[in-house]
């Protein structure tokens, strides 16, 4: 069985529901994951937000607007009275549940379940229009399978335990539908995958069911070679490795949640990136090939802050990098790009919750300096370091760029290079006139 996984533009409005339909309506059983329609997240963090800051006016106008928006997606999408009523009384139960919070003390626990309704909506929505249709569509509700633990971490072994039951119970269903994004957490609140996490859960729910293939359908044709929302002449890359992608999720390829390829790399389960607008475009394949002598794609991770320490005695005070390392550890911050010389090591962090705390406690072991508003733009494709030239064409491109870190043999299919955030752009487009389109 497949699993697919809908974004919000994809389910944006009425029309591109039925887009989706069409896409899925081929025969074939399959687990469809959706996102909240688009727009809705947002609107339901603003909705916190103004709760949080004790505006329920300010809350109640914006729950009314997304309201409206959701009368007039049930209006377009039901052919029937009676599937228009059947959407119309469910969602009534959302927003009366979403209108409560705004009369009650608001906590970072009502925020989640307040953001949780738009995945909740959304296939509520769908689920009823296949139904119309005439298929066997069952709404697998993914706070029953889909759980987080203490660290944040997906519990694997009890989301196979509770969702496959669930398909076995409901054997002649022709679609499953299903949340993206939302979860239960170790202390059984509802909770969240974080931003863009319905791709995460797609491959989670690939992963649990040994799926055959994982799709994630967006609005773009796949992978490009570089972020089209800021350089031109960009293209999709028709084919990447699971570490090239993980890779180039990780750092900033929208498109991709940062964590959602390794489920699919340890299952050894194909991820097909495809666009609902032109679904017969080839996208791109995510599998465990790799293609040799390619620079495949670029990508950007912003909000970086590199930590410089230095230490006369680092040489010869073996245990200094260990030492350095548990303070990162001890503040749970982790460590994107390292590179070290004899007397000091820079190290990038993007969560900088603890910087001051981390700050105090390096000082304590050396000299430290520190570079915030810096942009770690990752270079991935075949970067074997026995292939010759490749790094030289990525450091050809940035000639004129000053570059605070550079770091290269971490692996065989990726160089990083740290730079200002004001130069982000240049290095960006750059690194795509040298490497993709032979402008340089
Ligand atoms: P969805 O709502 O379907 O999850 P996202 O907005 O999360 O969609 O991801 C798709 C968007 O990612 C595209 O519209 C595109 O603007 C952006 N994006 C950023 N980098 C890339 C890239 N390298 N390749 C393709 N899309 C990218
Ligand atoms: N709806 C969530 C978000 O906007 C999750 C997702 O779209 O993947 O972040
Ligand atoms: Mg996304």
Request: glycine share 6%; hydrophobic share 40%; charged share 25%.
């Amino acid at each position: 069985m497949k699993v697919l996984k809908f974004g919000g533009t994809s389910v944006g409005s009425a029309t591109r529901m039925k887009s989706v339909f069409n896409i899925i309506n081929n025969g074939e059983k399959k687990i469809v994951v959706l996102s909240a329609m688009s727009g809705t997240t947002n609107s339901l963090l603003e909705i916190a937000a103004y709760l949080y800051k004790k505006n329920p006016d300010a809350a109640v106008e914006l729950i009314n607007t997304l309201e409206l928006k959701y009368f007039r997606t049930i209006e377009d999408l039901y052919d029937t009275k009676e599937y228009k009523a059947k959407a119309m009384d469910d969602l009534k139960h959302h927003f009366d549940y979403i209108r409560s919070f705004t009369k009650k003390l608001f906590t970072l626990f009502e925020e989640k379940a307040i953001v949780a309704q738009g995945e909740l909506m959304s296939t509520m929505l769908f689920s009823h229009y296949l139904n119309e249709q005439g298929l066997r569509a069952v709404l697998l509700p993914a706070l029953e399978f889909m759980r987080v633990n203490k660290n944040a971490e997906p519990e694997t072994q009890y989301l196979r335990e509770h969702l496959l039951p669930m398909l076995e119970a409901n054997k002649d269903a022709d679609i499953f539908v299903t949340q993206g994004f939302i979860c239960l957490n170790a202390y059984g609140e509802i909770d969240n995958l974080t931003r863009g996490g319905s791709d995460y859960s797609a491959s989670l729910i690939g992963a649990a069911i040994a799926a055959e293939e994982i799709q994630i359908w967006t609005d773009i044709d796949g992978m490009h070679n570089n972020d089209p929302r800021v350089v031109e002449k960009t293209s999709p890359v028709s084919f990447l490795s699971f570490d090239e992608a993980a890779e180039l999720a990780y750092f900033g390829a929208k498109i991709l949640h940062p964590t959602c390829i390794l489920p699919a790399k340890l299952a050894k389960i194909p991820v097909r990136l495809l666009n609902t607008m032109q679904p017969e475009a080839q996208g791109t394949l995510i599998s465990n090939k790799t293609e040799m002598h390619k620079i495949k794609a670029v990508a950007a991770k912003e909000n970086i802050t590199a930590i410089k320490i230095k230490s006369g005695r680092m040489l010869l005070a073996y245990g200094f990098l260990r030492r350095v390392f548990e303070i990162f550890e001890s503040y749970q911050t982790p460590v994107d790009m390292i590179c070290t010389s004899e007397v000091g090591v820079s190290m990038t962090i993007d969560n900088d919750k603890h910087l001051n705390e981390i700050l105090d406690e390096l000082k304590k072991i050396g000299t430290v300096s520190v570079d915030k508003n810096m942009v770690i733009i990752c270079v991935v494709g075949d970067l074997d370091w026995e292939n010759i030239g490749f790094e030289s064409r990525v450091i050809d491109a940035v000639k004129d760029i000053p570059v605070r870190m550079i770091s290269y043999g971490g692996s065989n299919h990726n160089i990083s290079l740290l730079v200002k955030d004001e130069d982000k752009l240049r290095t960006l487009r750059s690194l795509s006139d040298y490497l993709f389109n032979n402008e340089a």
